[in-house]
């Protein structure tokens, strides 16, 4: 939910800044930035993907059609402070369970963030190198 609140603001701020208008009052239009910014999470976290864009039909209040454009790059360097506190809190719960990374035997990720490649890749080096499972659908989980 954070990733997708964070897209959401970065592109009302791109479309404020192009076209001069605030979708904030449009609840209407700000749940459908919304939910186009989780699919172009979703296309963007997928294995060999670099960017993405997702058109919005008739979006603009002129009826004009908006597309979301997203890299992969511009995606990590959005997020970064999202991945860090990510980092924190597993630091935290193996803090707060008094283990150690050496006495993880396994480690499985779940939920929509698994998906994103950038958390992948810090989980794998955080854990040096030790195999992620991700097993559970991130969707049923």
Request: aromatic share 6%; glycine share 2%.
């Given at each position: 939910e954070d990733f997708n609140t964070l897209l959401v603001r970065h592109f009302k701020k791109q479309i404020f800044r192009k076209h001069g208008i605030d979708l904030t009052p449009d609840i209407k239009a700000?749940?459908?930035?919304?939910?186009?910014?989780?699919?172009?999470?979703?296309?963007?976290?997928?294995?060999?993907?670099?960017?993405?864009?997702?058109?919005?039909?008739?979006?603009?209040?002129?009826?004009?059609?908006?597309?979301?454009?997203?890299?992969?790059?511009?995606?990590?360097?959005?997020?970064?402070?999202?991945?860090?506190?990510?980092?924190?809190?597993?630091?935290?719960?193996?803090?707060?369970s008094q283990l150690t990374k050496e006495q993880i035997d396994q480690i499985v990720i779940v939920g929509g963030s698994s998906r994103i490649p950038r958390i992948k890749s810090l989980l794998c080096k955080f854990f040096e190198g030790k195999t992620l499972d991700q097993s559970i659908n991130p969707d049923e989980a």
């Open positions: 700000v749940t459908r930035l919304r939910n186009a910014c989780e699919a172009l999470k979703k296309n963007i976290s997928a294995e060999g993907v670099k960017e993405s864009k997702i058109e919005l039909c008739s979006f603009l209040p002129d009826k004009k059609d908006y597309i979301l454009h997203l890299t992969r790059a511009k995606f990590e360097s959005l997020c970064d402070d999202l991945f860090e506190e990510t980092m924190r809190d597993v630091q935290k719960a193996l803090a707060d």
